[in-house]
């Protein structure tokens, strides 16, 4: 998948950016999608993930609230919205994909299950 970046990657605290993920080269509906994370030194952590049809998503704790996960399989797109956000949200962000049709987006949400993944994109959350 090609991560296509939309909105500054340099917010101030309680402000909002919307990512958006771009796939190419297989049916996209096939796939369910989610967001990740990352700082230095930590593991990659699960943000956000959507089933095929988008009709389960699944949000972790620490956004839940927040961050809106939404996909268009017409435009071959998955969109990350993030509202309110923290300076402890800062991290370099990945969308990953995971084929097949899971009803419920559960099945997204560990990286280790993802099978295709954009590059990251930096977000830094000024206090």
């Known amino acids: 998948v090609q991560l296509r970046r939309l909105g500054r990657g340099l917010v101030q605290a309680g402000g909002s950016l919307r990512l958006s993920c771009a796939a190419s080269g297989r049916i996209f509906s096939m796939y369910g999608m989610g967001w990740f994370r990352q700082t230095p030194g930590k593991e990659r952590e699960f943000v956000a993930a959507i089933n095929w049809s988008s009709g389960s998503t699944r949000y972790a704790d620490s956004v839940k609230g927040r961050f809106t996960i939404s996909r268009d399989n017409a435009k071959n797109t998955v969109d990350l919205q993030m509202n309110s956000l923290k300076p402890e949200d800062t991290a370099v962000y990945y969308c990953?994909?995971?084929?097949?049709?899971?009803?419920?987006?559960?099945?997204?949400?560990?990286?280790?299950?993802?099978?295709?993944w954009g590059q990251g994109t930096q977000v830094t959350v000024s206090s």
């Open positions: 990953a994909a995971r084929p097949g049709r899971y009803v419920d987006a559960y099945y997204y949400t560990d990286s280790n299950s993802m099978t295709n």
